[in-house]
């Protein structure tokens, strides 16, 4: 079992990592400010079902395949990209409504589907899972998989409180800008751009 230190210490480096600004933080307040906070929120659940899958692939030993396989890892990575940009093109071509008229809502499982997908084909966040998250595992605290496992837990429950607080931050934002049409606007091309921003992270990555 891992001490209470060596957990304080894996908890601080999180808090650390999800402060700052990164690709889940901009995907999670874009989609809340564009499509309101419910579907920011579903799309936090894809996010942290990605990442405790992606502790789990790691402990498995799935990142040492990426890291001795450069062309699968590229794969990924390419289909990573070619995904993201799909979903800025949707974004781009979709009707705009009438500023009076309510944001039509998305259905459950596709903002889901799109937040798990879009974190599931990033290769370099299983890459950091197996690199951040080996340094808290160790062969004297028992069994190795059962730790990645909890570490797994810990490292979803912290994301997704920090993932929720972004959500209702930006929504609440974009509650107080309703209505306005250049702000629809704003939003739509917020949202495509964080989409091709993220993309082209992992194409250049």
């Known amino acids: 079992m891992l001490s209470l230190s060596v957990l304080s210490l894996y908890l601080a480096a999180l808090v650390a990592v999800y402060v700052l600004p990164g690709p889940d933080m901009a995907m999670v307040m874009a989609t809340s400010a564009s499509r309101g906070v419910k579907t920011g929120l579903l799309t936090t659940l894809g996010i942290a079902a990605s990442r ?8 498995l030993g799935l990142a040492a395949l990426f890291a001795t396989h450069p062309l699968l890892f ?5 289909i990573g990209a070619g995904y993201l940009l799909w979903l800025a ?7 705009p409504t009438p500023a009076a008229a309510p944001v039509a809502a998305e259905a459950g499982s596709s903002a889901i589907a799109r937040g798990f997908l879009t974190n599931l084909l990033n290769p370099k966040a299983l890459m950091f899972c197996a690199l ?3 340094q808290f595992v160790s062969p004297a605290h028992g069994a190795v998989l059962p730790q990645f496992a909890l570490l797994g837990v810990i490292l979803v429950a ?9 959500a209702f931050a930006a929504g ?3 509650r107080r800008l309703k209505g306005r049409q250049p702000m629809v606007k704003l939003q ?3 949202l495509g751009s964080v989409f091709v921003v993220m993309a082209g992270r992992l194409i250049l990555g």
Do not use: E, Q
């Open 89 to 95: 093109w949707k974004v781009v071509r979709a009707k």
């Open 172 to 174: 609440g934002l974009a």
């Open 74 to 78: 590229n794969a990924v990575r390419w």
């Open 52 to 59: 405790f899958f992606h502790v789990m692939m790691s402990g």
């Open 158 to 166: 912290v994301g997704l409180c920090f993932d929720t607080a972004y």
């Open 132 to 134: 951040f998250l080996p």
């Open 188 to 190: 739509k091309g917020l």
